[in-house]
């Protein structure tokens, strides 16, 4: 009999990708079912994007590539790093992977050892913490709720700082509450980090051009704790590359060279062309998204004016990415049908059964009060969306 490791066992499957494999199912039977539930925008690549990828097939860029990513593409990463976000990173700083989940994850192989201590506020990106887990670390959650805006302090942080504290990850704009920290937050931050300099701080900025507030902001903005301080960032979210699979660190020189190591023995590199046409991505002015940043407010503006209407549930104002995190604690211990909501994940599956809309409880991502709503979907779809969640919150007594 095949006996799976105990590492395996222990990680939870995502639920991001069990709720959309649930609604496919659906889908397959004839309903009408409606997805909120992938963290995916509905826009294709651009096509200045997609001509570089055929150029480098033209031109042969079927071979490995040196681990980190070829020169000219961190040199471009280098560039666009210090461009939007004033941030000096050199080349030997920067790693590319396949995906910025294989950045985190190569990071947290690079730093963590068995029991030691990595905080990570919640609500959080499911895969923080099972990769973590997978490290034998150990998860600190800390719990910021929606009266925080789903943001923690630099009080916050540091009442959970131990001498076993090896990491700390998050990420602004945050999946799953769309919540954007500002300078003044990074700073309060920064200023607690800079007193423990063994604490390496992970600073995900992945939906960082999909803010409706201003500016993107960078923890390693702040010369105290620069080399603390590594920052994630891919091309899946504002460049509509899901599928392309590429991520990237800026991060001290000695870790830069241990998740280097990492991913040369676990993937050697990511896809040859995709690096290709990455350059096009990293060396184009990000005005160019200016259109698709408009229409992802324009779609939050529109959830959120709905979701408001609905008596019981509690809203944020997401600044940015393209989700909205509400609190539907009120509907629990009600029911339909017999059916009774104990928790978001089944007010999740009564929406699925009932409204045929997909969402995801926020169990998954720390805070089983709430559930997420990824607004990357057509206005016309987001609006009988919503209608159809209102009707079904409706009828539970
Ligand atoms: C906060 C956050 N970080 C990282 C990722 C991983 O992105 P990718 O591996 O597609 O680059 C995601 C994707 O959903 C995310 O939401």
Not at 199 to 215: L, P, Q, R, T, W
Not at 253 to 281: L, N, P, W, Y
């Amino acid at each position: 009999m095949i006996q799976l490791s105990e590492r395996l066992l222990a990680m939870e499957e995502s639920a991001t990708i069990a709720m959309a494999k649930k609604s496919r199912e659906l889908k397959s039977q004839g309903k009408d079912v409606i997805s909120l539930s992938l963290g995916e925008p509905d826009f294709h690549t651009p096509a200045f994007i997609k001509a570089a990828a055929v150029e480098a097939l033209d031109q042969n860029y079927t071979t490995y590539t040196p681990v980190p990513g070829y020169d000219d593409l961190r040199e471009s990463i280098a560039h666009k790093f210090k461009r939007d976000n004033n941030l000096t990173y050199a080349k030997d700083q920067i790693v590319v992977s396949t995906g910025a989940k294989q950045s985190i994850a190569n990071l947290v192989l690079s730093l963590i050892n068995p029991g030691d201590e990595v905080i990570i506020p919640a609500p959080y990106w499911v895969s923080y913490l099972e990769i973590v887990k997978v490290a034998e670390g150990v998860p600190v959650v800390i719990s910021a709720g929606i009266d925080k805006d789903f943001k923690i302090t630099g009080a916050d942080l540091e009442a959970a700082i131990t001498p076993r504290t090896k990491l700390f990850m998050f990420s602004t704009p945050c999946n799953p509450t769309g919540s954007v920290y500002t300078k003044a937050e990074l700073q309060d931050l920064a200023r607690v980090l800079a007193k423990y300099p063994q604490v390496v701080a992970m600073s995900d900025e992945i939906y960082e051009h999909i803010n409706f507030v201003g500016k993107h902001e960078s923890l390693a903005q702040f010369p105290e704790i620069y080399n603390q301080v590594v920052t994630v960032n891919g091309v899946s979210k504002a460049w509509a590359m899901t599928g392309w699979r590429l991520g990237y660190i800026g991060a001290p020189k000695e870790i830069a060279a241990a998740c280097d190591k990492v991913q040369g023995q676990f993937t050697s590199a990511t896809c040859s062309i995709t690096q290709r046409a990455t350059i096009a991505a990293m060396n184009a002015d990000p005005i160019v998204l200016k259109d698709m940043i408009a229409a992802f407010e324009s779609r939050r503006n529109l959830v959120l004016n709905g979701l408001n209407n609905i008596p019981g549930l509690k809203v944020n104002q997401p600044g940015g990415a393209f989700y909205v995190f509400p609190d539907c604690s009120a509907y629990f211990g009600k029911s339909f049908n017999g059916q009774m909501i104990h928790n978001s994940d089944d007010l999740c599956m009564y929406l699925l059964e009932v409204a045929l809309v997909a969402c995801v409880g926020g169990a998954a991502f720390g805070d089983p009060n709430c559930f997420r709503i990824s607004y990357a979907a057509s206005e016309e779809t987001l609006q009988k969306a919503v209608d159809r969640i209102s009707n079904a919150l409706a009828q539970l007594q």
